[in-house]
């Protein structure tokens, strides 16, 4: 049967460590963390973010991070940016580098911008409504594409939202519509509250393929019910073919209380193991799962906890 290629974006450094509670992990961590991702074959990863440090105090030292960061070629080492101020934080960054490193391969030539699909979740992560968080993100896009970063877009609360119940997938549409029509290269679909079923997913996406391509569609999808490996498969059954994931299972957003992390990326490469759908990993390799089990054991450790890959816990024990 035909092959099918899948891209994982990795956002553990980003999405699995911005709610953890306590001590501030320390940017050496991030760095190696990051670093052996792309050494066990990851493309795609979220290194951080430019948001205030007040709002969420893990991702303050995201500019050290990427300054430090041992770049590899064919790597996309993107950050979550919310407003204007993070972008012009992240260019300044930019332009002095290139002053001090003549030569060397940018910091990063991707950033991620997100918008909820209810007012009440883009209020609580953003602080102002959902028509307003566009108009914002518009500008960002494109002072951003100016300046030949790539934009990727990501939609929260897609199937439920932590205050206004569940979502009206029109919205969705809608919002990602939005998202593709300012120049976002693909818009992520996040169940951030993780209490999405498969059957939902599909309803889901069915709305939204009306009027969005699905190939510029990704799944990111936070296991607080388990079923987000469930939905991963439903959203490829659906023609999704970029799939957000987290090592270890890292992860949770600080503005949906008690939604734990994304699907483990431990899980994902087991469940499509010897299947028709192939994980492209960097330059043309795979993406190693031994290596990620034991990422995500290490981090987890870091953190003071077991790894929560249910495939990274079954292969410890062996
Ligand atoms: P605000 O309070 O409306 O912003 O927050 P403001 O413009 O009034 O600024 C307030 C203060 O923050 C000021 O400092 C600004 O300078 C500072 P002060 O004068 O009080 O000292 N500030 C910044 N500092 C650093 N970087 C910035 C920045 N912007 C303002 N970029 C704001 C608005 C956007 C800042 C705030 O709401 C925020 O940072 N939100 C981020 C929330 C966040 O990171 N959430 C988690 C990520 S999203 C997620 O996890 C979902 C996702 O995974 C998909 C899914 O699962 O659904 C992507
Ligand atoms: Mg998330």
Redesign the pocket.
């Given at each position: 049967s035909k092959q099918h290629i899948v891209n994982i974006v990795e956002?553990g450094p980003r999405?699995g460590l911005?709610n953890e509670k306590g001590a501030v992990i320390p940017v050496e961590t991030k760095v190696e963390l990051v670093e052996r991702l792309v050494r066990a074959g990851v493309s795609n990863v979220e290194a951080g973010?430019?948001?205030?440090?007040?709002?969420?105090p893990q991702?303050g030292g995201t500019a050290d991070v990427l300054k430090r960061l041992t770049k590899e070629r064919g790597v996309h080492y993107s950050v979550?940016v919310?407003?204007q101020?993070?972008l012009d934080?992240l260019l300044l960054l930019l332009a002095q580098q290139q002053l001090t490193d003549l030569g060397s391969p940018p910091l990063t030539d991707e950033i991620s911008v997100?918008v909820a699909a209810t007012d009440a979740f883009n209020k609580a992560?953003?602080?102002?409504t959902v028509p307003e968080s566009l108009q914002k993100i518009a500008a960002v896009t494109e002072a951003a594409t100016k300046h030949g970063l790539r934009v990727r877009g990501?939609v929260?609360?897609v199937i439920a939202c932590p205050y206004s119940g569940r979502t009206d997938y029109h919205k969705v549409r809608e919002v990602a519509s939005a998202l593709l029509n300012m120049g976002c290269y693909e818009v992520?679909l996040?169940d951030?509250v993780g209490m999405g079923r498969p059957h939902e997913v599909a309803e889901m996406l069915d709305v939204v393929k009306r009027s969005v391509p699905v190939e510029q569609l990704a799944g990111?999808f936070?296991d607080t019910y388990g079923t987000a490996i469930a939905n991963v498969l439903t959203a490829l059954e659906h023609g999704v073919r970029t799939i957000d994931a987290s090592v270890g299972g890292l992860g949770g957003?600080?503005?949906s209380p008690g939604a734990t992390g994304n699907v483990s990326t431990e899980d994902v490469l087991y469940a499509l193991q010897g299947s028709q759908y192939h994980v492209a990993g960097r330059n043309g390799g795979t993406i190693n799962l031994e290596e990620m089990v034991d990422i995500g054991w290490w981090i987890s450790e870091k953190l003071g906890r077991e790894s929560a890959s249910r495939v990274g816990r079954a292969l410890r024990a062996k």
């Amino acid at each position: 049967s035909k092959q099918h290629i899948v891209n994982i974006v990795e956002v553990g450094p980003r999405d699995g460590l911005q709610n953890e509670k306590g001590a501030v992990i320390p940017v050496e961590t991030k760095v190696e963390l990051v670093e052996r991702l792309v050494r066990a074959g990851v493309s795609n990863v979220e290194a951080g973010s430019f948001v205030s440090p007040k709002w969420v105090p893990q991702m303050g030292g995201t500019a050290d991070v990427l300054k430090r960061l041992t770049k590899e070629r064919g790597v996309h080492y993107s950050v979550l940016v919310p407003n204007q101020r993070g972008l012009d934080d992240l260019l300044l960054l930019l332009a002095q580098q290139q002053l001090t490193d003549l030569g060397s391969p940018p910091l990063t030539d991707e950033i991620s911008v997100f918008v909820a699909a209810t007012d009440a979740f883009n209020k609580a992560n953003l602080n102002c409504t959902v028509p307003e968080s566009l108009q914002k993100i518009a500008a960002v896009t494109e002072a951003a594409t100016k300046h030949g970063l790539r934009v990727r877009g990501y939609v929260s609360v897609v199937i439920a939202c932590p205050y206004s119940g569940r979502t009206d997938y029109h919205k969705v549409r809608e919002v990602a519509s939005a998202l593709l029509n300012m120049g976002c290269y693909e818009v992520s679909l996040g169940d951030t509250v993780g209490m999405g079923r498969p059957h939902e997913v599909a309803e889901m996406l069915d709305v939204v393929k009306r009027s969005v391509p699905v190939e510029q569609l990704a799944g990111h999808f936070h296991d607080t019910y388990g079923t987000a490996i469930a939905n991963v498969l439903t959203a490829l059954e659906h023609g999704v073919r970029t799939i957000d994931a987290s090592v270890g299972g890292l992860g949770g957003c600080p503005y949906s209380p008690g939604a734990t992390g994304n699907v483990s990326t431990e899980d994902v490469l087991y469940a499509l193991q010897g299947s028709q759908y192939h994980v492209a990993g960097r330059n043309g390799g795979t993406i190693n799962l031994e290596e990620m089990v034991d990422i995500g054991w290490w981090i987890s450790e870091k953190l003071g906890r077991e790894s929560a890959s249910r495939v990274g816990r079954a292969l410890r024990a062996k």
